[in-house]
């Protein structure tokens, strides 16, 4: 049975970082790409950012470029993503999901699995 279960999210000011993890369990973790995806409240899921089997290769949405790394540890089936200069639009609920392809990552029907979310709240 595959798990990917998220820890790490809570309510931070705005300009705080955040480290979201990922434990991945019951697939082969190292031979699947991995994509961070948001959901704010009355929104559609959103990609935030992904990662190849590899990690070699990266993607970010336009919003994080540059305040959002994507980061894995294949030895310990974990996917992580440090959020830096937190902004109030962050709020969302993140979810790590497992699947996809290098050319079709950013979309949520390319995944397969998926966690059940952990919250973020960003204050002003």
């Known amino acids: 049975q595959v798990q990917l279960v998220e820890s790490g999210g809570g309510l931070v000011q705005a300009g705080d970082s955040l480290r979201l993890s990922c434990a991945a369990s019951?697939?082969?973790?190292?031979?699947?790409?991995m994509g961070w995806f948001r959901q704010a409240p009355g929104k559609e899921r959103e990609f935030v950012a992904a990662?190849?089997?590899?990690?070699?290769?990266?993607g970010y949405a336009n919003s994080v470029k540059g305040r959002f790394t994507i980061s894995r540890d294949n030895a310990k089936n974990a996917v992580f993503l440090q959020m830096n200069s937190l902004k109030p639009e962050d709020t969302a609920v993140y979810y790590c999901?497992?699947?996809?392809?290098?050319?079709?990552?950013?979309?949520?029907?390319?995944?397969?699995?998926w966690g059940q979310g952990t919250q973020v709240t960003v204050s002003s």
């Open positions: 990662i190849s089997w590899s990690g070699g290769r990266t």
């Open positions: 999901a497992a699947g996809g392809t290098l050319t079709d990552w950013k979309l949520v029907g390319a995944y397969d699995y």
């Open positions: 019951g697939l082969p973790f190292s031979r699947r790409h």
